[in-house]
């Protein structure tokens, strides 16, 4: 079985969660904000990537203004990103896999950039990744995001580097200052080290013998507590008796599985 770092973070949040959005593939509709949000993340993603093929980006920059402003003013904001004279290799959208516990990882980076000389061709790394929030996130949030901890967890584990050689850069690009009128790109870089790395193995071989477990006993996965606050804003709270759906009002409702098929 695959798992990417959004299903190990739907696992360890709930997982009833996951057994509905992975194992049911039960889908729940975007917001409009959230879907043109995700659209535009796409295209800067796409148009970085086809920056670093070597491809002209000129023409879909012309029919974009935000795109066109956010990209001039990161490359005014960290022109070194953009320059690769010092750097050994580089590639976007580049894809690492390993197995844990009879599990497949890949992770996918958005741009990776190594250092190192031709006695050392592997000095140092750096995993750089795209984000089009409009705030940027904290630190603190980030190391404990699973997108972070499988990213350095899978360099380490699938090349020769030491953890104290990588590192994950965040860069936030359409984040904008109320004091100024132009989008103002923030970088967020975090450092690794070998505790951190034991620590991921830790929770990777924890998180996989958790999910060994549940799959052997079979559906339904394992529900919060029924006061859990994490139920309050689940799309599946209605179909769990959850959150409000726990309501007094609510609790008249029959359970999902009881209600008979409707004859159309
Ligand atoms: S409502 Fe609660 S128990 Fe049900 S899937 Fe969501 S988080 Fe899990």
């Known amino acids: 079985m695959r798992l990417s770092q959004g299903q190990l973070t739907l696992l360890e949040y709930c997982p009833r969660r996951f057994q509905h959005s992975i194992l049911e593939s039960l889908s729940v509709p975007s917001s409009p904000t959230l879907l043109a949000a995700q659209q535009w993340g796409d295209r800067f993603h796409l148009l970085m990537q086809q920056r670093e093929m070597g491809l002209p980006i000129?023409?879909?920059?012309?029919?974009?203004?935000?795109?066109q402003t956010c990209v001039s003013r990161l490359q005014a904001a960290a022109p070194d990103l953009f320059d690769s004279t010092d750097e050994s290799w580089r590639q976007s959208e580049h894809e690492r896999s390993f197995v844990l516990n009879g599990y497949w990882f890949t992770v996918v980076y958005d741009l990776l950039r190594q250092w190192g000389t031709a006695s050392s061709p592997s000095d140092r790394a750096e995993i750089i990744d795209w984000?089009?929030?409009?705030?940027?996130?904290?630190?603190?949030?980030?190391?404990?995001?699973?997108?972070?901890?499988?990213?350095?967890?899978?360099?380490?584990?699938?090349?020769?580097?030491?953890?104290?050689?990588?590192?994950?850069?965040?860069?936030?690009?359409?984040?904008?200052?109320?004091?100024?009128?132009?989008?103002?790109?923030?970088?967020?870089?975090?450092?690794?080290?070998?505790?951190?790395?034991?620590?991921?193995?830790?929770?990777?071989?924890?998180?996989t013998q958790q999910l060994t477990a549940l799959l052997e006993v079979g559906m339904p996965f394992p529900q919060l507590p029924i006061d859990s606050p994490k139920c309050t804003d689940c799309p599946f709270a209605v179909r769990c008796q959850r959150g409000l759906a726990h309501s007094a009002e609510a609790e008249e409702l029959p359970a999902w599985e009881a209600i008979s098929e409707i004859a159309l």
């Open 58 to 67: 000129a023409p879909v920059l012309a029919h974009d203004d935000e795109l």
């Open 131 to 207: 984000k089009t929030y409009l705030k940027p996130r904290t630190a603190k949030f980030l190391r404990q995001e699973w997108q972070t901890r499988l990213y350095l967890y899978s360099l380490v584990e699938t090349t020769d580097y030491c953890p104290e050689q990588i590192s994950m850069t965040y860069w936030f690009v359409r984040v904008t200052d109320p004091a100024a009128p132009q989008p103002t790109p923030q970088k967020i870089c975090l450092p690794y080290s070998e505790q951190a790395h034991q620590a991921t193995h830790r929770q990777l071989t924890q998180l």
